[in-house]
């Protein structure tokens, strides 16, 4: 169980300033391996210590109506993490590659089910060849983050056909959230293909227009589809040409003192 | 920014509990890792903590 502290305020800076370049590009990412099952039995276990986290007190704050649900957790598939940097969003150029923004970072997210329905996300990361827990969190996604790949890979052809196409993208700094998939890679894939990663948004209307990535611009308005129930796709091309001019404000601001 | 209400140990690791005020009107809570409250490489790094602060 957790103890209680005087509430600290913390400051952190989203989207830190080091560059790590990917060396990898989401579609090569996002297909099962052997990697992918550790990761899965670390899921697991991750799981069991979630239940053990989880009190009579403390169910309401993780998204839990009642404590006995604790007990009927399942967990969902799970799908690779990547990110966008703001600094790196703010010099995209219509057109070019959006994969290439696309940072991989080791992690994974799992979906915690009660009844087929999303709860919260267990974040995993591998260190040297390890899966470790990140955290327990992400509420107001997690049942979206389900939900969504299940649907459309259901009803979908081609690459959005495959759960296995399916990763997440966060650009941490804009609190945006999408899930995304992509024709799968292969040697000598015609340069086309790297620009068509496709995105649906996890996070909700209201989130979605408070981000500072979206304000200012129309592109909401312009596709009303594009929120977690209507499941609307845009390409990331689309999607990074509305939010690259808004990327530098979102860079902005000094460390508190 | 976000608030930092507890703490405990899982399994030899030490976690943090957090409450975050985005997404609006609705907020989130987080049980993370140490690590991940320090440094996240490309997420986020750790600023500054206020601490013992009240009413004027």
Known sequence: MARMLSPIVLCVLLTGLASEMYSQHPKSASRSSKADQSADQAADFALGMLRRSITSTNYAQFGFANVEEVQHMTLGSGVPL?????DQLSKYTPGSDPGSLMIPTQRRLYPVLVNGSGRLIITLENQNGQWKLVS????????????IKHDK???SRGPGGSEDNYFALQIPSMHLNFLAYSPAPGPGGATETKQHVNLLALDSPASMQHSIGFQNTDFLAKNPAF???????????DVFTALAPQASSAMSGNAPR | MM????????????MIEVDDPWA??????YLITYSEYVDAANNHKHWSDFYNFGNL
């Open chain 1, 82 to 86: 990547f990110y966008v940097r703001a």
């Open chain 1, 136 to 147: 327990f969190g992400q509420q107001a996604i997690a049942d979206q983050l389900s939900k």
């Open chain 1, 153 to 155: 890979a259901s009803h």
């Open chain 2, 24 to 29: 609006p009107n609705q907020g989130s809570h």
């Open chain 2, 3 to 14: 608030v930092a209400v507890g703490y405990s140990n899982l399994s030899g690791a030490p």
């Open chain 1, 227 to 237: 929120t977690p129930e209507k499941e609307g796709t845009k390409s990331a091309t």
